[in-house]
């Protein structure tokens, strides 16, 4: 998972609100019931010593948000009267929670985020297509492909003089419209780094989209029939061949998170060593067990507290002894620029400390190892 994101949180200094609430309006009383759940959640940032311009600012994006049918959540970090960070949640969280600290709480919102997948979908016949791509980010790109030829784009019924002139004709039409497809379909997977590419709609325009691809793209091409740009099939089959194939290539970024970590020999293992390697700007990604059971109540003591200041960017927290370990240890990566692998606690259960990461390199100096 890239952490890009995060950075406008460690621009500027703490203390920070943390707030998460299911936000659905899905019932009659929905409306009142998230007043209260956020008049609540208010007080207790006020009880915590939040300032009033920093609630107020957060009382406009949780009262004003555009609402979204069906359940879900809302998650927003401020601080010094401005919310930096707000993001919809697909669904509402564990538990309404409200945080004032030195360092944001964003756990809950990356353990819901999950692996993030960056895709394409192209939804093809055989006079065009109309492609959408998401980043990493969740960022969506949208292209709408009118093939140039459009005559003639049926074969002609078998018979007659002229039947294969017309055949080969509506072969090349379809061809010169795959790859105007295609080259759509290329663009818009350079653009957002995709991971995979969806190829869905008319089985011989699917076929010859994929066909056309650069090489680049042809070993993440997944092709369906799933449906159609005229609207003759059920789009929600096309959404959960989309759905599953995200699903898939997300347990396989973890997988292979995972085979790295296994291949070091019990280098980057558990909290010291963690620290350890990021003081050296060793992490190129860090796995971290999220247990909501624990309710990862876990704090840096004084053999950890310099995680939250190891890179140069990143500034002395007030009082190390209550900053989060999860927070700290997520500040030093976006400053870092390393990735982050959430793992359930099933993933990992013998994780020392629930923590450990995949190193960039490995040396003599690098703790945890006999090098003798």
């Known amino acids: ?221 997944v092709r369906t029939d799933a449906g159609s740009r005229a609207g003759g099939a059920d789009p929600a089959a096309m959404d959960d061949v989309t759905v599953q194939t995200i699903a898939e290539v997300a347990d396989q970024h973890v997988s292979a998170a995972l085979d790295r970590f296994g291949t070091q020999q019990d280098v980057g293992v558990g909290l010291d060593a963690v620290v350890a390697a990021l003081q050296r700007n060793q992490v190129d990604t860090m796995l971290l067990v999220d247990d909501p059971s624990a309710d990862g109540e876990l704090w840096i003591g004084p053999r950890a507290t310099d995680i939250a200041t190891a890179p140069d960017q990143l500034a002395a927290v007030a009082d190390p002894q209550r900053v989060r370990a999860d927070a700290a240890l997520v500040r030093a990566l976006v400053g870092t620029d390393a990735d982050l692998t959430v793992l359930g606690p099933d993933e990992a259960p013998d994780l020392a400390d629930g923590v450990g990461a995949v190193l960039r390199y490995v040396d003599p100096a690098t703790p945890g190892r006999d090098h003798g």
């Open 1 to 221: 998972m890239q952490l890009s994101f995060l950075h406008p949180l460690y621009d500027r200094p703490g203390p920070w609100c943390s707030v998460y609430l299911d936000a659905s309006r899905d019932t009659q009383d929905a409306r009142p019931a998230l007043d209260l759940r956020w008049r609540a959640l208010a007080g207790q940032l006020a009880a915590d010593g939040a300032d009033e311009p920093t609630i107020a600012a957060l009382d406009r994006v949780v009262r004003g948000h555009d609402p979204l049918p069906g359940d879900y959540g809302l998650a927003a970090f401020a601080n010094r009267g401005r919310v930096v960070l707000s993001e919809y949640l697909a669904a509402p969280p564990l538990r309404d929670l409200a945080a004032y600290a030195p360092l944001p709480h964003v756990m809950p919102l990356l353990a819901q985020r999950g692996e993030q997948v960056a895709w394409v979908r192209v939804l093809a016949d055989r006079t065009g297509a109309d492609a959408v791509a998401v980043s990493a980010g969740g960022v969506p790109r949208r292209a709408h492909v009118t093939g140039r030829q459009s005559y003639p784009l049926r074969r002609v019924q078998p018979g007659g003089w002229s039947q294969s002139r017309y055949q080969r004709a509506a072969t090349e039409a379809w061809h010169h419209n795959a790859g105007d497809a295609a080259a759509a379909t290329a663009e818009l997977a350079d653009r957002v780094g995709a991971d995979v590419v969806v190829v869905a709609g008319d089985v011989r325009a699917t076929g010859m989209i994929a066909a056309q691809l650069p090489a680049r793209w042809q070993d993440l091409v």
